[in-house]
């Protein structure tokens, strides 16, 4: 567990750097995990967030063939490249640039992820957030969001945020909602794109967990202006304001944050639950066909 700093009121600091490991997943998918590695194991109710991004198709090709999930939600937002998704309930959809996907495994899904393309880039992030504990056993549930339903709001000093989730608030007080809906955790996600010299200040809910991934650029993060570049997860500490600034170059982040649970977690793979008496009974509903 991260130690955030008990301040509930204030610019929220960089409470914390991470810097995410390669790794690879699926079938020999590269990947770089930032979130469920050793470096943090988990932020309440994140317990994974992978970028993935190649421009060499040996890096991606073998996509995700048939996985169970349990206990949780999956969260692809694609940047670039298609990828196709399959379930063993039959539904199938395709992943295109600038969209997400918010699946809810609740009791349980098998499905493939798999990439539509033979050349070219592929680069995007997949987060997965923890449902409670009351919530892990609900039906699956997708939500497939095209990019042109995720809004843009762009500022006159040239910032722009992409809403997936959660109310973004612009300089004027108009509020723009995300598409994403009903999600126990009551996140938000934004994409924000900075050009050289910009500032973006946004409220967040004081006791949300919340952290910003650097993807391009580098940032300078609150009050102490602490430094994140590239590649950099800066988790943030508790307070009711995130203020960035792009002081060097131009800058793009996404911006996650949602309701801590609280609530012991037990992963086993793509199965995450409260015990480990849960999670024997998924690998037992698994392997006896009940995810069916
Ligand atoms: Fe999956």
Do not use: C
């Not at 590695?37 to 970028?51: H, M, S, T, Y």
């Not at 002081?247 to 801590?260: E, H, Y």
């Amino acid at each position: 567990m991260t130690n955030l700093s008990q301040t509930e009121t204030g610019i929220r600091e960089i409470a914390q750097l991470v810097r995410g490991q390669a790794t690879s997943d699926g079938d020999g998918v590269k990947l770089t995990r930032v979130i469920g590695g050793r470096a943090l194991a988990d932020l309440d109710p994140f317990l994974l967030l992978d970028e993935f991004g190649s421009d060499s198709s040996a890096d991606y090709i073998g996509g995700f063939p048939s996985h169970p999930h349990r206990g949780f939600e999956t969260v692809t937002y694609m940047l670039e490249g298609r990828m196709r998704h399959r379930d063993n309930q039959g539904n199938e959809g395709l992943l295109v640039p600038g969209s997400v996907q918010w699946m809810t495994a609740g009791r349980g899904i098998i499905h493939s992820e798999m990439p539509e393309q033979e050349e070219g880039h592929m680069r995007g992030f997949q987060l997965w957030v923890n449902l409670p504990a009351k919530d892990k056993m609900t039906a699956p549930r997708y939500q497939d969001i095209a990019p042109e339903r995720i809004p843009r709001v762009r500022s006159a000093n040239g910032t722009e945020v992409r809403v997936i989730a959660g109310d973004y608030v612009d300089v004027t007080g108009t509020v723009t909602r995300g598409p994403v809906e009903g999600i126990a955790t009551d996140p938000l996600y934004f994409d924000v794109s900075l050009p050289k010299g910009a500032s973006f200040e946004h409220a967040l809910a004081s006791d949300h967990s919340a952290f910003l991934y650097v993807f391009e650029g580098q940032a300078k993060i609150g009050a102490r202006a602490g430094d994140a570049i590239r590649g950099d997860l800066a988790v943030l500490s508790q307070g009711d304001l995130v203020s960035v600034t792009a002081a060097l170059a131009a800058t793009r982040f996404i911006l996650v944050a949602g309701r801590p649970l609280r609530e012991p977690v037990v992963k086993y793979g793509p199965f995450v639950m409260n015990s480990r008496a849960q999670i024997v009974q998924a690998v037992d509903d698994y392997s006896s066909g009940r995810f069916a």
